[in-house]
């Protein structure tokens, strides 16, 4: 079977969320551990991020096919380039992070994503297809991807037209339901488009027996 990576598209980290886990007061879970040792980013940024990146993590950990010593999951950071989702952040990768923008044009943010695009690449293979699980509407990060990886980029043309949360939903319940959606390649794709009926709820998990 091909090989396959997923790269997936950054949280926010200078949202609300964010406040919650760099107070020093904060005693919740993720926060101590944050504090104390480092948790993985994939935990951290679902935090951040809510539907739209759980969906993201749990569907790449479904469905990834890495290359051997490859992450099947990983990270587009603002600040650190592309890291595998289970490496640990602290509260300092955190708020460098928080401190630089999501920017094509800024190369604090630029030369990192770069640099490991181009080792990706290397690493993978030619044969490997990357996967991107993001906004192709935006070119913040697509078109330097385009440029690193040509038509080995691909990515689900159903997110053509939905938001975050659609996009979120989408990728949960194929993670749940064990159903992988179609990739086509980013270079010369539709990627804007009406915004699509929306999914229907997922059931609820219920509880308290069989009544």
């Given at each position: 079977?091909?090989?396959?990576?997923?790269?997936?598209?950054?949280?926010?980290?200078?949202?609300?969320?964010?406040?919650?886990?760099?107070?020093?007061?904060?005693?919740?879970?993720?926060?101590?551990?944050?504090?104390?040792?480092?948790?993985?980013?994939?935990?951290?940024?679902?935090?951040?991020?809510?539907l739209?990146?759980?969906?993201?993590?749990?569907?790449?950990?479904?469905?990834a096919?890495?290359?051997?010593?490859?992450?099947?999951?990983?990270?587009?950071?603002?600040?650190?380039?592309?890291?595998?989702?289970?490496?640990?952040?602290?509260?300092?990768?955190?708020?460098?992070?928080?401190?630089?923008?999501?920017?094509?044009?800024?190369?604090?943010?630029?030369?990192?994503?770069?640099?490991?695009?181009?080792?990706?690449?290397?690493?993978?293979?030619?044969?490997?297809?990357?996967?991107?699980?993001?906004?192709?509407?935006?070119?913040?990060?697509?078109?330097?991807?385009?440029?690193?990886?040509?038509?080995?980029?691909?990515?689900?043309?159903?997110?053509?037209?939905?938001?975050?949360?659609?996009?979120?939903?989408?990728?949960?319940?194929?993670?749940?339901?064990?159903?992988?959606?179609?990739?086509?390649?980013?270079?010369?794709?539709?990627?804007?488009?009406?915004?699509?009926?929306?999914?229907?709820?997922?059931?609820?998990?219920?509880?308290?027996?069989d009544?």
């Open positions: 079977m091909t090989p396959r990576v997923f790269l997936l598209s950054p949280a926010s980290c200078r949202g609300l969320r964010a406040g919650l886990l760099l107070r020093d007061a904060a005693r919740f879970d993720l926060a101590v551990r944050l504090r104390e040792g480092g948790a993985p980013l994939g935990e951290v940024f679902a935090f951040l991020s809510g739209y990146f759980r969906g993201k993590l749990a569907y790449a950990t479904r469905f096919r890495p290359p051997q010593f490859l992450s099947g999951a990983l990270v587009i950071t603002p600040s650190r380039g592309i890291v595998p989702a289970e490496e640990p952040v602290g509260l300092a990768d955190l708020r460098g992070f928080a401190g630089v923008d999501i920017d094509a044009r800024n190369p604090r943010y630029r030369q990192p994503l770069e640099r490991d695009a181009r080792r990706l690449r290397a690493q993978a293979g030619e044969e490997a297809e990357i996967v991107l699980l993001g906004s192709v509407a935006t070119g913040k990060y697509v078109d330097l991807l385009l440029e690193v990886f040509g038509s080995r980029l691909l990515f689900p043309p159903d997110f053509v037209g939905r938001g975050d949360m659609s996009r979120g939903g989408l990728l949960l319940r194929g993670a749940r339901e064990g159903r992988e959606l179609p990739y086509v390649a980013v270079a010369g794709a539709v990627r804007h488009g009406p915004r699509p009926p929306r999914l229907p709820q997922l059931p609820r998990p219920r509880f308290g027996g009544a």
